[in-house]
C-alpha cells in the first residue's frame, strides 16, 4: 500500500439491478437497526415497569396534610381511582415496534394516545396535584420517557437514511408488482385474443350456414310464397284503399241520411271500415241502403254539387262493382293465408331465423370480448417499466454512490 494511497478517490460500487433488493438489505443490516430496535424496545419496557410502580406509588400515598375534610377527601380519592385506572389501561395498550420500519408509526401513534389520554385525565390531574404532587408527577415524568424513548429511536433511525432506503425498497416493490402484473395482463390478453378468434369462427360458421340454407330449393319456395303474400297484401291495400276513398266522399250524404234510417248500424260499418263491412254483408244490403238514399236525396239538403257528385258514385257502386270487390276481397285473403301457411311451415325459414338469432348473440358476444380484449391492452399499454425501474435506481443512488447495471 502506498503512502498516498488514502488520497486516491474511492470507485463507486457496480450493482447489477437483479441483486438491487439484496444490496439494500445489506445496507440495512450495515446500520446495526435490530440492535437499536432492540435496546430502545427493552428500554421502553423497563419504563413502563417502573411507570406501573409509580402508579403503585401513587396508590398507597397518604395525605400529607390530614386535617381537610372528609368530602373533600372522598373527592380527592375518586379522581386517584379514575386516574390510575386510566393509566394502567394506557400502558396496557402500548404496542413497540417489531421491526424498525415501525419505528415512526409506533412513536406517532403513542404521541396521539398520549394526547388522547392528557384530555380524558386532564381534571383528575389538576384535583390530585393539590393533594399528591409529588407522586403523580413521578407518573407523568414516566410515562413523558416512554415517548422520549420511541421519538428517540425514530430520529435515529431517520438519521441513518433509512428513509430514502424505504423509498427505494418501495420502488423497487412497485417495479417487480407491476411486472407480474403485466405478465399476468399478456396472459389475459393471449386468452382473450383466442376467445374472440372462437367467436368469429362461430359466426363465420353460423353465417355460411344461412348462406346455404338460401341456397336451397326449400328456400326458393320459401322465398316465392314471400313475394306473394306481399303481392296479395298490397292488392288487399288497394282495394281497401280505393273503397275508403269512395265512403270517404259518400261520408255526408250518408251521414245525413243515416239520421233518418233503420239501417243507421250498417251504414256505421261502411263509413269506419268499407272493405271488413263489405266482406261481412252476404245479401248485400248496401245496394238496398244506397237505393233507398237516392231515392231521399231531395230531402238531405245537399248543394247541387254534392247531389251530382253523390249521383255519379252511386252509379259507380252498382251491384256488379260491389259483388265483384267483394270476391276479391275473399279471393286475395284466401290466398294470403295459404300463402302465410306455407311461409309457416318452411322448415327452412325456421333453420334460417334459428341461425341468424345465434348469429347475433355471437356477434354481441364478439363486441364484448373486443371491448374487453381493448381494455386490456390499454392497461398493459399504461405499465411503464423502463420509468418504475429508473426510478428505483434513483432512489437507490441517493443512499450511496453506486452504478447500477442491468443484466
Not at 423497487?172 to 385474443?193: D, P
Not at 309457416?344 to 348469429?359: G, K, P
Amino acid at each position: 500500500m502506498g503512502f498516498f494511497d488514502f488520497l486516491k478517490k474511492k470507485e463507486p460500487e457496480t450493482v447489477l439491478f437483479s441483486d438491487l433488493r439484496s444490496w439494500l438489505d445489506k445496507q440495512v443490516e450495515d446500520k446495526n437497526l435490530n440492535k437499536k430496535l432492540e435496546a430502545a424496545n427493552k428500554a421502553v419496557k423497563q419504563k413502563i415497569s417502573q411507570a406501573y410502580k409509580h402508579l403503585e406509588e401513587l396508590e398507597t400515598a397518604g395525605l400529607k396534610n390530614e386535617n381537610i375534610p372528609e368530602k373533600a377527601k372522598q373527592v380527592m380519592q375518586g379522581h386517584k381511582n379514575a386516574y390510575i385506572s386510566k393509566l394502567k389501561r394506557f400502558l396496557d395498550e402500548i404496542t413497540l415496534p417489531e421491526n424498525f420500519s415501525q419505528a415512526g408509526h409506533a412513536a406517532a401513534r403513542f404521541s396521539e394516545a398520549l394526547d388522547e389520554l392528557s384530555r380524558n385525565t386532564q381534571k383528575n390531574y389538576m384535583v390530585l396535584k393539590e393533594f399528591v404532587e409529588e407522586e403523580l408527577s413521578k407518573v407523568a415524568r414516566g410515562v413523558k420517557e416512554i415517548e422520549e424513548e420511541l421519538s428517540g429511536l425514530q430520529k435515529s433511525i431517520e438519521e441513518q437514511g433509512i428513509e430514502a432506503i424505504r423509498d427505494a425498497r418501495a420502488k423497487l416493490k412497485q417495479y417487480s408488482s407491476e411486472i407480474s402484473k403485466k405478465a399476468e395482463l399478456e396472459e389475459q390478453k393471449e386468452k382473450q385474443k383466442q376467445k374472440l378468434q372462437n367467436l368469429k369462427e362461430k359466426k363465420d360458421k353460423f353465417r355460411k350456414r344461412i348462406n346455404e340454407l338460401k341456397q336451397s330449393r326449400d328456400y326458393s319456395s320459401y322465398k316465392n310464397y314471400l313475394e306473394k303474400k306481399e303481392k296479395y297484401e298490397e292488392q288487399l291495400k288497394n282495394i281497401e284503399q280505393e273503397l275508403k276513398n269512395l265512403f270517404v266522399e259518400l261520408s255526408r250524404p250518408l251521414k245525413k241520411y243515416k239520421r233518418k234510417s233503420l239501417d243507421d248500424k250498417l251504414i256505421e260499418k261502411y263509413l269506419l271500415d268499407p272493405a271488413g263491412a263489405l266482406e261481412e254483408d252476404d245479401g248485400l244490403r248496401l245496394r238496398d241502403v244506397l237505393n233507398k238514399m237516392r231515392q231521399a236525396l231531395d230531402n238531405l239538403e245537399l248543394k247541387e254539387n254534392q247531389v251530382q257528385k253523390t249521383l255519379d258514385l252511386l252509379e259507380k257502386l252498382d251491384k256488379d262493382y260491389l259483388m265483384n270487390k267483394k270476391l276479391e276481397l275473399g279471393r286475395l285473403k284466401g290466398l294470403n293465408q295459404e300463402a302465410a301457411k306455407q311461409i309457416n311451415r318452411s322448415v327452412v325459414a325456421l333453420n334460417i331465423s334459428e341461425n341468424e338469432t345465434l348469429s347475433r348473440n355471437v356477434k354481441e358476444k364478439i363486441s364484448e370480448a373486443q371491448k374487453a380484449l381493448d381494455q386490456i391492452e390499454q392497461e398493459i399499454s399504461e405499465i411503464n417499466l423502463d420509468y418504475l425501474k429508473q426510478k428505483a435506481k434513483e432512489k437507490a443512488k441517493q443512499i450511496k454512490n453506486i452504478i447500477i447495471k442491468d443484466e
